[in-house]
């Protein structure tokens, strides 16, 4: 009667261990399994996540990756999913950046030699013609009686001859002319302010300057001739009409006569 009761408590208390066991026993085989099926069911839980997080197609990507479930030992790696592209066309991928060895600078090309290029020779100034014209001044002798002096003048040809030949006169003589006691009886100040030639008389207009002569009489006399004479010298003047500022006057002193055309023969 003792031995029953001794079996059945030890039978009950056998029972709890046996269930203790079984889970134990359960629960090792489970993470046996799951350790050797660890990538499976990573692999099958990041499918799961995926598909509720990312949009429709992503999955495929996922799967063709490559993971190989076959190998329990396999660490579980990190896999990045690209969102899908659009259009067909592919980018190839920038090949990897391959090491160069560094190149010293290139030196600057040499500079071209310098060519001067030869100036051009300056051209001569042109040369100005000139011809010889007969200016006349007057000339005291031992005497005092004053006389004509006929010099010459190199002037520049132009086509104003005889206002060009009046102005040499009235500019006067030269320093070698006065050594040799040439002098300028025409007023000093007087200007030349117009000349033309009509038929075979020219028409000097002179400032009013020419109607004022410190020598008197003979001053009067002796600045006519100079002028006469000057522009008697062209061939194809005979007589001199005399203007003061435009306008004929007829006399220059008293007893000079000037309303009218005077030559050579008027003296």
Known sequence: ????????????SDGPKAIVVFWLIFAVVIISIALFNWSTINRNFNLFKTRLTNPPGTEKEYLEDGIDTESPASTPEIVVIEPERRSGTETNPAPPPTAQTPQPPASPPPAPPTVQTPKPPTPAPPTVQTRERAVYFANINNDG???????????PVSETPLQDVINAMLAGPAADELSRNMLNLIPKNTRL???TVRGSTAYLNFSEDFMFNTYGVEGYVAQLKQIVWT????????DVQILIDGRRV????????IGSPIGRQSF
């Open 1 to 12: 009667m003792a031995a029953r009761k001794t079996a059945k408590k030890t039978s009950r």
């Open 145 to 155: 009686q004053i006389l004509q002096s006929r010099v010459t003048r190199r002037l």
């Open 193 to 195: 302010l117009s000349a």
């Open 231 to 238: 522009a008697t010298e062209f061939p194809n003047i005979r």
């Open 250 to 257: 007829d006399y220059l002193a008293e007893g000079i006569l």
